[in-house]
Nanobody
């Protein structure tokens, strides 16, 4: 069974930085596109960033230039480096991967940006 475990969420002040990690139990990890989603209160879940094995990472316009997605295949881990955080970045952040016809989600990690 595929398992994704996020970590790194915290309370941080506006302008601060945070790095989220997603540890994947996933055979063939390096071949899959890994995604970060987030869901803010009262909002639907949105794709924040994605990184594949072959293409350049992609980002939502709202985080472009501030967030960086990366992966360390030897550790089966994907990261989301978040800089210049804003209050509107407050959300539960989820790691996601699609394997064949199924999507798999982590449990989520809370990021709160507030003074």
């Amino acid at each position: 069974q595929v398992q994704l475990v996020e970590s790194g969420g915290a309370l941080v002040q506006p302008g601060g930085s945070l790095r989220l990690s997603c540890a994947a139990s996933l055979p063939g990890f390096s071949f899959f596109t890994m995604d970060w989603y987030r869901q803010a209160p009262g909002k639907q879940r949105e794709l924040v960033a994605a990184v594949s094995s072959t293409h350049m990472p992609t980002y939502a316009d709202s985080v472009k230039g501030r967030f960086t997605i990366s992966r360390e295949n030897a550790k089966n881990t994907v990261y989301l480096q978040m800089d210049s955080l804003k209050a509107e970045d407050t959300a539960v952040y989820y790691c996601h991967v699609r394997v064949r016809d199924s999507g798999y989600w982590g449990q989520g990690t809370q990021v709160t940006v507030s003074s």
